[in-house]
């Protein structure tokens, strides 16, 4: 019930295309759901992040969209540039846990 | 503003030996958490600090402990280490109790850890 699960686990996309992954969960507690972008040798670096209360946030050409009743989060990178190559993190939390459960990761490769 | 850091970057340690990993906050954070990289598990929670205080903890043997010094630094130990411990450790800095689930965590460029 702690688990999010994260796909695709890998994703390429051509320069312009739009990068879609998707995440799901089980626990109804959690209330808060960041997208961590991780380079090679460095950590993770918050993108985005929204509470189930907006269905949509976006910010520049990323955008995240929340479905309560799929239990469903979705990171949209619109208008996909080659320095957007990354892996790509889902997160959620509880309340009073102190801690985020993330995904699997989505290795992201845009091609110039 | 200095990021969260980490020392060392790179450790190597042989199999049953103890190891202690440290994490400077930014500063004024007084939140820190520790999590495990690791290609097969992704990113586990290891622990969280506030104030010196441990406020939760990961699913993990008892050989990984942790403390937190009055000026927000922390470090983590592993004892008697497995080949299974080696990761990347990543060390996330927040300013408030509950900041993280404002702001989001501030992360570390982690400490890579093989044991050999």
């Known amino acids: 019930q702690q688990q999010v699960k994260q796909s695709p686990q890998s994703l390429i996309v051509q320069k312009g295309g739009i990068s879609i992954i998707i995440c799901a969960y089980e626990?109804?507690?959690?209330?808060?759901f960041p997208w961590y972008q991780q380079f090679p040798g460095k950590g993770p670096a918050l993108l985005i992040a929204?509470?189930?209360?907006?269905s949509e946030k976006k910010e520049g050409r990323f955008t995240i969209s929340f479905n309560k009743s799929a239990k469903q989060f979705s990171l949209h990178i619109m208008d996909s540039q080659p320095g957007d190559s990354a892996t790509y993190f889902c997160?959620?939390?509880?309340?009073?846990?102190?801690?985020?459960?993330f995904g699997t990761g989505t290795r992201l490769k845009v091609l110039a | 503003k200095a990021g969260v850091t980490q020392t060392p970057r790179y450790l190597i340690k042989t199999r049953g030996q103890q190891v202690t990993l440290s994490c400077s906050p930014i500063?004024?954070?007084?939140?820190v958490s520790w999590y495990q990289q690791t290609p097969g598990q992704g990113l586990q929670f290891l622990f969280e600090?506030?104030?010196?205080?441990?406020?939760n903890k990961g699913n993990f043997p008892g050989r990984f402990s942790g403390r937190q010094f009055s000026n927000s630094r922390s470090e983590m130990n592993v004892s008697t280490l497995e080949l299974g411990d080696s990761a990347l450790y990543l060390c996330?800095?927040?300013?408030?109790?509950?900041?993280?689930?404002?702001?989001?965590?501030?992360f570390g460029s982690g400490t890579r850890l093989t044991v050999v």
């Open positions: 600090y506030f104030s010196e205080t441990q406020r």
């Open positions: 996330a800095s927040s300013a408030n109790s509950d900041t993280y689930r404002n702001y989001g965590y501030t």
């Open positions: 997160a959620a939390s509880e309340s009073g846990t102190y801690k985020y459960i």
């Open positions: 500063s004024g954070h007084r939140s």
């Open positions: 929204i509470r189930p209360d907006v």
């Open positions: 626990n109804t507690a959690f209330d808060y």
